[in-house]
């Protein structure tokens, strides 16, 4: 069964720092693009950022730059992101997603494997 776990996620001071995980079990990451996504209360779910089967990386969003970094480890199959000084607005649920192509893609309905999700919560 194909399946991606998320971790990580918590509660957080603003300024903090978390790393989210995603593990994959029933296939290898190797092939896949793989994206975070998140999704804030009464917001719609909004890309953050993905990283290609060659290890390029794509941001989508200006709230990005600077404070999100994704990574991805094959050997582990396992993609992350590391998240610097959190801010309230960060408050989300933050999933990640893989597709079975070389480059990113921008669109979550392009994305064929989901998982649940892991919770991030910013607040003093």
């Known amino acids: 069964q194909l399946q991606l776990v998320e971790s990580g996620g918590g509660l957080v001071q603003p300024g903090g720092s978390l790393r989210l995980s995603c593990a994959a079990s029933g296939f290898t990451l190797d092939y896949y693009a793989i994206g975070w996504f998140r999704q804030g209360p009464g917001k719609e779910r909004e890309g953050v950022s993905c990283?290609?089967?060659?290890?390029?990386?794509?941001d989508y969003g200006d709230f990005v730059k600077g404070r999100f970094t994704i990574s991805r480890d094959n050997a582990k199959n396992t993609v992350y992101l590391q998240i610097t000084n959190l801010k309230p607005e960060d408050t989300a649920v933050y999933y990640c997603a893989a597709v079975r192509e070389a480059m990113c893609l921008p669109h979550a309905h392009e994305y064929d494997y989901w998982g649940q999700g892991t919770q991030v919560t910013v607040s003093s």
């Open positions: 990283i290609s089967d060659s290890d390029i990386s794509t």
